[in-house]
């Protein structure tokens, strides 16, 4: 097969585990034979934005198109741009592919999609985080708390502008970004957790598999039997944000009864640091804590054998944390919040330990239990690497195989779903108010209210209805095929009356 991979990053210049976990499949893949290329966003491309270039990477053909740091700013498109898109069906000529594969695309372009489908051919999506039903990616609300309501998008952002600079109400981003992530043929989710939040928000259920991520074994030694060292060593690692709960651990070790015979390492950046550094300082912490800064892979993979535990304090509900993977293939005890994915890889009490999201307490009452019993940790440290063991990349690409080669092209799955291209003005004030109400409306929760500018005509030619001005754009929408389509006025009474029909 030839399989494309997509991907906002790609290595070596990446973000986190899921960039990792891109090239690690592709790599995998291309060990069984399998002609593999990359199509990915580059920020600070050398020839700018836009621009697109190829070179080969670890034997992989990667074309890399150039982003900006704005693409990732939550509050603009970071869902579409048909630039984008046509540059990816440059790839598409270039590469020929029979099988698409598209992990994080925030920063590229879901259009994408829509270009594959086109083609008539197989495509899959990998879901690393919430993106494709909560633009924050993290689900925190605003207060801090985990949001259960997948309909209310526009309490924590009510706008977000398009590629082109134009203001819309959220919906339409909520709407766009779920109705073209149906047009994938399958999901891949690492875990159960995440494929069931995408289930409850509305996403097909017979489009999941479950796929976990694997890790390279090879690259990591189990702990040898040593003397425990003076004091327990503890470390984290990952980006210095709110919603990774760095500051829970620091408030932990400032409580715990034995934290004098805790050594912390903190490994990373982020937004957080010049606050964390201060709170160690604050609390006297200095001689307990150290920040190391970000690590390239072979320093953590050092890292990973040189602790006793790893922590991962997480508020969000995490998906299935790579560093976790790659603490038990070192043979490192893991405690973790017990949130999202984690407690799928994390078993109390069998392969680390789990506390409360937020509870600075229950973390410190496990370090000092750790602490004080020195066997517990080499204990769980060792079942957790037995756990792991079949949980390998190869593994994860053998599932990968016969998915791609099971699969077959998939209808839109949009059975419950009733179309509404969107013509209308954005900014004209009836029409947001229209819009504002059919979101506070149940009966409006199957309604997809597509933006004509950002969907192809095959998606205007399913759609049931255009929402549009009385007069203007009536040419307009000849040209797009959507003449012919009932038209709903600015206010929206129609479509209140056609759904109450």
């Given at each position: 097969m030839r399989i494309l991979y997509c991907s906002s990053f790609y290595p070596p210049a990446f973000v986190g585990g899921a960039e990792l976990i891109a090239h690690e499949h592709a790599a995998r893949l291309r060990a069984h034979r399998h002609a593999v290329g990359v199509f990915a966003g580059a920020v600070a491309h050398p020839r700018g934005r836009w621009s697109l270039t190829q070179e080969t990477y670890e034997g992989l053909p990667v074309w890399r198109v150039g982003i900006a740091q704005s693409d990732f700013d939550l509050k603009v498109s970071a869902f579409f741009d048909p630039r984008i898109d046509a540059l990816f069906e440059n790839v598409l000529d270039a590469f020929r592919p029979d099988v698409i594969h598209m992990h994080n695309l925030v920063g590229l372009s879901m259009g994408m999609l829509s270009v594959a489908r086109r083609r008539g051919l197989r495509c899959f999506l990998t879901v690393h985080d919430h993106w494709g039903f909560c633009f924050k990616n993290t689900?925190?609300?605003?207060?801090?708390?985990?949001?259960?309501?997948?309909?209310?998008?526009?309490?924590?952002?009510?706008?977000?502008?398009?590629?082109?600079?134009?203001?819309?109400?959220?919906?339409?981003?909520?709407?766009?970004?779920?109705?073209?992530?149906?047009?994938?043929?399958?999901?891949?989710?690492?875990?159960?957790?995440?494929?069931?939040?995408?289930?409850?928000?509305?996403?097909?259920?017979?489009?999941?598999?479950?796929?976990?991520?694997?890790?390279?074994?090879?690259?990591?030694?189990?702990?040898?039997?040593?003397?425990?060292?003076?004091?327990?060593?503890?470390?984290?690692?990952?980006?210095?944000?709110?919603?990774?709960?760095?500051?829970?651990?620091?408030?932990?070790?400032?409580?715990?009864?034995?934290?004098?015979?805790?050594?912390?390492?903190?490994?990373?950046?982020?937004?957080?640091?010049?606050?964390?550094?201060?709170?160690?300082?604050?609390?006297?912490?200095?001689?307990?804590?150290?920040?190391?800064?970000?690590?390239?892979?072979?320093?953590?993979?050092?890292?990973?054998?040189?602790?006793?535990?790893?922590?991962?304090?997480?508020?969000?509900?995490?998906?299935?944390?790579?560093?976790?993977?790659?603490?038990?293939?070192?043979?490192?005890?893991?405690?973790?919040?017990?949130?999202?994915?984690?407690?799928?890889?994390?078993?109390?009490?069998?392969?680390?330990?789990?506390?409360?999201?937020?509870?600075?307490?229950?973390?410190?009452?496990a370090l000092d239990r750790l602490a004080g019993d020195r066997g517990l940790a080499e204990r769980l440290g060792r079942q957790a690497c037995n756990a792991i063991r079949p949980v390998s990349l190869s593994s994860a690409a053998n599932q990968l195989e016969r998915l791609y080669q099971s699969a077959h092209p998939a209808p839109s799955g949009r059975a419950n779903e009733r179309l509404v291209i969107v013509a209308a003005d954005p900014a004209r004030a009836e029409w947001k108010d229209a819009l504002a109400r059919c979101d506070a409306d149940e009966r409006f929760e199957s309604v997809r209210f597509l933006f004509v500018d950002w969907v192809d005509e095959q998606t205007r030619l399913e759609a049931e209805w255009v929402w549009a001005p009385d007069v203007p754009s009536v040419a307009r929408l000849a040209a797009l095929g959507l003449a012919d389509k009932p038209r709903i006025a600015p206010d929206g009474a129609a479509l209140r009356e056609a759904l109450a029909g």
């Open positions: 689900l925190l609300r605003p207060d801090g708390r985990v949001c259960t309501d997948f309909s209310r998008c526009s309490g924590c952002f009510p706008t977000v502008s398009d590629c082109a600079g134009r203001t819309y109400p959220m919906r339409l981003r909520r709407d766009f970004v779920r109705h073209q992530a149906r047009l994938a043929d399958g999901f891949v989710s690492p875990s159960y957790y995440l494929a069931c939040a995408y289930v409850r928000a509305g996403f097909p259920v017979d489009k999941f598999s479950v796929i976990p991520y694997g890790v390279a074994h090879e690259r990591f030694r189990p702990k040898a039997d040593r003397e425990p060292a003076a004091r327990l060593k503890v470390g984290f690692v990952g980006y210095l944000g709110d919603h990774k709960g760095v500051a829970v651990l620091i408030e932990a070790v400032a409580r715990a009864q034995r934290r004098g015979e805790l050594d912390v390492v903190v490994a990373g950046e982020g937004h957080l640091q010049d606050t964390l550094e201060e709170r160690v300082r604050r609390e006297g912490l200095q001689h307990i804590v150290r920040f190391a800064g970000k690590l390239d892979n072979q320093d953590v993979r050092q890292m990973h054998e040189s602790l006793d535990v790893l922590v991962v304090p997480s508020i969000w509900p995490e998906n299935s944390p790579v560093t976790i993977y790659e603490a038990f293939a070192g043979g490192t005890a893991v405690v973790a919040s017990r949130t999202g994915g984690i407690p799928e890889l994390v078993h109390h009490g069998v392969t680390g330990l789990l506390f409360e999201p937020g509870s600075a307490a229950e973390l410190a009452a």
